[in-house]
């Protein structure tokens, strides 16, 4: 298997977060917060933001280093430039092509995403990184996101994942996981909309503006028309009065 890795460098300095990935649970630091993702949409098939955050380091040691494994349904992820680290993508082959929603064929994805801190993260101080991705099309599929914490001293592996039946509450470290829901039928597979959406929906607005406003203008011709005659019959039926009365 080939591995290639691309690594930006962000600018900034101060508080900063990292850590190194892994698939096999490491052991564990200290109890409390975990590392968690929050993501703004589940649908499937949208594009969604992953956003991770960590609150605390390894038993009071600052973190250095934060790494993302990524699920192999997921083969291409764009990550957010954070000014407090390095971010760095370590792609791999595939075995065999895929297809994405565009028609793209593609023959690498992205294994991981390392983000490095520019200066250790403090134990008790949260900081966050996230990926733009685009989630699977099959609703009620559970992503886990494996992510190794290092820090000045020691790591931690929140790579845990439960097993059926098993109750997520009781992993020591668990790994960050996201349920695909139900796509909603809003915007651009499921998501958000795309702005070639927001674009066609201004142009649709603008045509029925345009056809209400031809209508009211319609609506209002007919009721002056309207009025005119009316003024016109009352004009008439005044002069033939008029006419009558001087013969009698």
Known sequence: MQIRRSTLSTLGASAALGTSLGIVA??????GAHVTVMPDTTAAGAYAVLTFSVGHGCEGSPTTKLAIQMP???????????????????DEQLAEPVTDAHGNEITERTAQVVYTAKAPLPDGFRDTVALSVQLPEAAGDTLAFP?????EKGETGWTETAAEGQDPEELGSPAPVLTVTEATGEGHHGGAA?????????AD???????????????????????VAGLGGLALGGLALARSGKKG
């Open 72 to 90: 192999e349904s997921i083969p291409v992820v764009t990550p957010t430039v954070n000014p407090n680290w390095t971010v760095e993508k370590v």
């Open 205 to 227: 607005g603008g045509a029925d503006a345009k056809a209400d406003e031809a209508s009211d203008d319609g609506g209002n011709g007919l009721a002056v028309g309207g009025l």
């Open 194 to 202: 795309t702005d070639g959406d927001a674009e066609d929906g201004a």
């Open 26 to 31: 490491l052991t564990a630091g200290a109890a």
């Open 147 to 151: 992510v190794v914490q290092t820090c």
